[in-house]
């Protein structure tokens, strides 16, 4: 597929100038979140070096840039203060292994079950977090939580160099497209305090960026169980925590470029991404959102944006640190704030009293808790609550047409709706024993069972006519059902005609620990 080609030769500068861009807006991420996670900053820019190389040429999403990232490092400091930093490669190793296995089972799939609604919150979480986390460079040292906030004519520069870069950024597309907006801004402002000789916080402020080629090294910890058990829970949060951020920016991606990432791919790039860089002394990363638009934005579609990005930090560690550190830190907030703007989805204020008060309400809560907590809990909390309305919703709508026979002898219950755990009290308030005829006929031509709680259901109404000593007849109930079936079986009246034929989701091993037949057959789904 042309979507997955290392680069179009028709966009191989639009590719280099976008990676440069990227490269840039890395440094100053990648050297803060080092910081979160109380690891050198070398630590944070191998990781991005190496993270975003691997993913760019074997992940699943052209385009997208991997990194070290803030959802990642604040799960990672309390394993670094705890037992030290070699036990945090030990954890991104085995991170990495598990991520592989995610995408050996094809477990990226399952992205497709987080509805819009969290996708939404989601975006405007993250959008929030990426602004937040810019308030920090306006402090006297953006490094310290408990420094000062600058003031003053200082304070003011870097405020008016801020909205120039975001000024640049907005105006420049609408002139040219020879050059990436954003580097174009970086370079006037970087041009404008190096010329007037403005005293404004710079790359350089936050650390030196110096450094030489990452170094292969096995972790020095002991090769026990007891080290696994102390870096199992962390490389299992942080896999699924790297899997769900990058595979939502996958998604988001697609939207935007109108173009379709491999998932299981991506579990895999990502997989292989961070094994390698825990035995280059890397933190781990995944995909970064904001580095990710900055990429699509700047006009970065292929694998060769990607790979242009590490290979420019790469070279910015050995050989043009000094240059780099110049930077003005006002250029690279202008550059993520206007990632904001992009980023935020403003038309949700618009939809908001449009939507279901459900989904609303989704929105806003995943919101407030990516900002609160971090993006996996948000996202797990998000398809909970978006799970349990549509099990409430879906359970009041299940119903029964009853009729009685001309000869008044059987009384007919025509049922329409889903069977399943959240609508079988439902079910069972449609039904008359003690005043139905004395033979009854329960027809699921319209309905469809779901799950075990549904068949149990359906045993349960057999076992309350059967007490009665009235007959019931089951009709147009599926092949699994009537496998399934414990006490109503024999009920089943088998049209072949008529019958419908789906799969159900029960527990076949613990229905039929000894007819494999029967569970294999039903395992079909």
């Not at 028709?10 to 490269?23: E, F, M, P, Q």
């Not at 991104?92 to 050996?104: E, F, N, P, S």
């Not at 920090?136 to 304070?155: C, H, I, M, R, Y």
Request: hydrophobic share 50%.
């Amino acid at each position: 597929m042309k979507a997955y080609n290392f680069c179009d030769p028709k966009n191989i500068k639009a590719d280099v100038l976008s990676g440069l861009t990227v490269a840039l807006a890395l440094v100053p991420e990648a050297v803060a979140f080092a910081f979160v996670a109380q690891v050198d900053p070398l630590v944070g820019l191998y990781a991005a070096f190496i993270v975003g190389l691997i993913t760019s040429l074997i992940g699943g999403r052209p385009g997208m840039i991997s990194g070290a990232t803030g959802a990642l490092a604040v799960v990672m400091v309390a394993l670094v203060v705890s037992h030290g930093v070699q036990y945090l490669f030990a954890a991104v190793v085995l991170m990495g292994i598990l991520q592989i296995l995610a995408g050996i089972f094809k477990l990226g799939k399952f992205i497709r079950l987080v509805p819009h609604p969290v996708m939404l919150g989601f975006v405007n979480g993250l959008a929030i977090v990426i602004f937040l986390a810019q308030l920090s460079q306006f402090k006297v040292n953006p490094t310290d939580p408990s420094s000062e906030w600058l003031s003053g004519a200082t304070l003011y520069i870097m405020l008016g160099l801020v909205a120039l870069t975001m000024a640049i950024s907005f105006l420049l597309p609408k002139v040219t497209n020879l050059i990436p907006a954003p580097l174009a801004a970086i370079a006037v402002v970087t041009a404008v305090v190096i010329g007037f000789g403005l005293d404004i916080p710079t790359v350089g402020n936050m650390a030196s960026i110096a450094g030489g080629l990452p170094e292969f090294h096995i972790p020095s910890v002991p090769f026990t169980l007891e080290t696994l058990y102390i870096i199992f829970p962390y490389s299992l949060i942080l896999a699924a925590i790297g899997l769900i951020e990058s595979l939502l920016t996958l998604t988001l991606i697609d939207e935007i470029t109108e173009t379709k990432g491999r998932t299981s791919q991506e579990c895999m790039g990502q997989g292989v991404a961070n094994l390698v860089t825990g035995f280059f002394g890397g933190m781990g990363g995944c995909a970064m959102i904001g580095q990710s638009m900055i990429n699509i934005k700047s006009g970065g579609k292929a694998r060769l944006s990607g790979v242009a990005a590490a290979v420019f930090l790469l070279i910015f560690i050995l050989f043009a640190s000094d240059l780099i550190e110049l930077i003005p830190l006002a250029a690279l907030v202008g550059v993520m704030f206007m990632v904001v703007i992009g980023t935020f989805e403003w038309s949700s204020f618009r939809i908001l009293h449009r939507i279901p008060k459900s989904d609303a309400f989704v929105l806003i809560l995943v919101s407030g808790v990516t900002v609160y907590s971090d993006l996996a809990i948000a996202v797990v909390v998000g398809v909970l609550v978006s799970s349990l309305v549509f099990a409430w919703n879906s359970a009041k709508h299940i119903y029964a047409r009853v009729g009685t026979t001309e000869d008044g002898k059987t009384t007919v219950y025509e049922i329409s709706g889903p069977l399943f755990f959240g609508s079988i009290s439902s079910f069972r308030d449609l039904f008359d024993p003690a005043n139905d005829a004395d033979d009854v006929v329960v027809d699921f031509q319209n309905a469809r069972v779901w799950d075990h709680s549904g068949l149990e259901a359906i045993d349960g109404l057999a076992e309350r006519y059967t007490r009665r000593g009235k007959t019931l007849h089951l009709r147009h109930l599926s092949p699994d059902c009537r496998h399934l079936l414990e006490k109503s079986v024999s009920m089943v009246e088998e049209d072949k005609e008529g019958d419908p034929h789906y799969g159900i989701f029960v527990d076949y091993n613990e229905m039929y620990h000894e007819d494999d037949e029967i569970a294999d057959k039903a395992q079909k789904v």
